[in-house]
């Protein structure tokens, strides 16, 4: 069975320019979560998407976005880059997750390493 | 919010030697996991611990929880360097924050021959 896959491995943007980042799912699975992991920073929930919704997200500014597909693959934007959004970027999925009801283990995708200059 | 912290953050050991590290975390949790990630890497799922009292052993790692006293371990028997990589700890939110991981920092572990 496929795992988690995540493209590009590495993207190397300017500053102010935008980027795109890309996984799918797991099949079966409906629930996709993107996590940063910056230099200092350590690992920190981003988005949470299932049944092509955003949940949540995490203490990120807007210019962070994202949408999920009928399909459940996922998109991750992030608009007017910043040096210091160079990080990281790993992206989960899971069975579909409830808040408040059962939690499915998260498995996770390769990440993808934006470079920002 | 949850917070949760390891110790320690940096561990240098030799071949064959024993260690713990220690996974701390804030408010009750529905569970916890133990990941190793290699350098630009992703993340590998070592141990997943779901209630009080669970022990799980791979190889030369044991991972353990104590709900009550929010705390998991990570012991490593007789160190080996094929074992040097970064072990993060990540617990899951209770409630309505169960949809997400909040991670540790990190122990950077390198086992030296």
């Known amino acids: 069975e496929a795992g988690v896959t995540q493209s590009p491995t590495h993207l190397i943007k300017t500053r102010g320019q935008q980027a795109t980042l890309r996984c799918s799912p797991i099949?079966?699975?409906?629930?996709v979560y993107w996590y940063q992991q910056a230099l200092g920073l350590g690992l920190q929930f981003l988005l949470w998407y299932d049944e092509g919704e955003e949940r949540n997200r995490g203490n990120f500014p807007p210019r962070f976005s994202g949408r999920q597909f009928p399909n459940y693959s996922s998109e991750l934007n992030v608009n007017a880059l910043e040096l210091e959004d160079s990080a990281l970027y790993l992206c989960?999925?899971?069975?579909?997750?409830?808040?408040?009801?059962?939690?499915?283990?998260?498995?996770f995708g390769p990440g993808t390493r934006l470079t920002v200059t | 919010e949850l917070k949760v912290e390891q110790n320690p953050l940096f561990l240098s050991m030799q071949e064959g030697k024993n260690y713990t590290i220690y996974c701390n975390y804030s408010t009750t949790s529905d569970r916890l996991y133990w990941y190793r990630q290699d350098p630009g890497k992703s993340l590998e799922s070592l141990f997943v611990?779901?209630?009080?009292?669970a022990v799980k052993q791979e190889g030369r790692l044991m991972a353990s929880l104590d709900t009550k006293a929010r705390l998991s371990t990570l012991h490593i028997t007789a160190a080996v360097h094929d074992l040097s990589a970064t072990y993060f700890c990540a617990v899951v939110g209770s409630g309505g924050s169960n949809y997400k991981l909040t991670f540790g920092k990190g122990t950077l572990l390198t086992v030296n021959p």
């Open positions: 099949s079966g699975h409906t629930s």
């Open positions: 611990l779901l209630s009080n009292g």
């Open positions: 989960a999925s899971s069975l579909a997750s409830g808040a408040g009801g059962m939690s499915y283990e998260q498995y």
